[in-house]
């Protein structure tokens, strides 16, 4: 049953998340319900990305980070992953304009340098173009693995140590977390998960350490707006302690 509630009249704009990061999951299943290939539920999915990225500049969410593609992606068939890196050029493109007309300004996260090349350019044109807007950031997890990202971030500490620019007593999470892709994002507050999955699959594990999380049964070709409203209304009715108990943080 469809539910006609109008979330966004009951979310309180003083006590919205900074940032709010989505896992968009259940294209290939829609697109199955519909006896329809995979592909077909990715390009819908293109237009929850659209209502999605619009409800959170409107209410001034400042963070957005939409998992795009993960580096586990790259075991889907071939004709799939294809299809979706020619769709994201197509997407870039297309959405530039929009983005720049609602101050939005792109970024991208994950191991950028391994995506074919059509693609990596179209991203790099998009944040160019968009780097100047200021109203939200929209950032997309390409080829992204939260184990390579700390992995990588290890590596890079090593480095240092090894050079003789750090010692090994100086780490703690802020250098650590300076070593991270999103070095200048600040953690999400809200995680959401579409498709009825309660998985994290590999998405920020560091950064999310103590978000709150929403997992919904719609697919993500279905989720719109009002969706999107519903989950941060959920948000502000939950009590954010941080090891604390009620008493302290009242």
Not at 174 to 201: A, H, Q, W, Y
Request: charged share 30%; proline share 3%; hydrophobic share 35%.
């Amino acid at each position: 049953m469809a539910d006609n509630s109008d979330y966004k009249s009951q979310l309180d704009l003083s006590r919205l998340p900074r940032h709010i990061a989505i896992i968009m999951d259940g294209n290939g299943r829609w697109a199955k319900q519909r006896g329809k290939p995979r592909v077909f539920g990715h390009h819908h999915g293109v237009t929850s990305v659209r209502e999605v990225t619009e409800a959170a500049a409107e209410i001034g969410v400042k963070y957005l980070t939409l998992y795009a593609f993960s580096t586990e992606n790259w075991n889907r068939p071939s004709t799939e992953v294809t299809a979706l890196m020619t769709l994201l050029v197509q997407t870039i493109y297309s959405e530039v304009e929009t983005l720049n007309k609602n101050d939005i300004r792109l970024q991208a996260i994950g191991d950028l340098d391994r995506l074919p090349k059509k693609t990596r350019q179209a991203l790099e044109d998009g944040i160019e173009k968009t780097r100047n807007n200021g109203r939200m950031t929209l950032v997309l997890a390409l080829n992204y693995s939260s184990k390579w990202e700390i992995l990588h971030a290890v590596g890079k500490i090593a480095g240092k140590i090894r050079d003789g620019k750090l010692k090994p007593e100086q780490i703690d999470e802020k250098v650590f977390e300076k070593e991270l892709c999103t070095n200048d994002i600040p953690d999400p507050e809200l995680m959401i998960r579409t498709s009825g999955e309660r998985r994290l699959s590999n998405f920020l594990l560091w950064q999310l350490a103590y978000a709150e999380f929403y997992f919904t049964e719609t697919f993500w070709p279905d989720f719109r707006k009002n969706d999107f409203y519903k989950a941060v209304c959920d948000f502000q009715h939950r009590e954010r302690r941080f090891g604390k108990t009620s008493e302290q943080i009242q």
